[in-house]
């Protein structure tokens, strides 16, 4: 979502998004790969840690407050 200039302020439940995305994808990552990897395969768990880096790079890139 991109915000206007003349938008005073964000919706409060995009700034809980943003706040929170950073860490989120710290604490998710390291736990659900190696669980992955444990369960399912190596493979499997390569896999996962693709996915989740992609999304989260996304996410971090779609929420970023960068000036212009």
């Known amino acids: 979502m991109v915000l206007n200039p003349s938008d005073s302020e964000?919706?409060?439940s995009l700034r809980?998004?943003?706040a929170i995305t950073p860490l989120a994808g710290?604490?998710?990552f390291p736990l659900v790969v190696p669980l992955v990897m444990a369960r399912v395969g190596i493979g499997a768990g390569v896999g996962v840690a693709l996915v989740l880096s992609g999304l989260?790079?996304?996410a971090m890139l779609k929420t970023s407050e960068m000036p212009h």
């Open 26 to 28: 710290a604490m998710v």
């Open 10 to 12: 964000a919706p409060a």
């Open 56 to 58: 989260w790079f996304i």
């Open 16 to 18: 809980w998004f943003v």
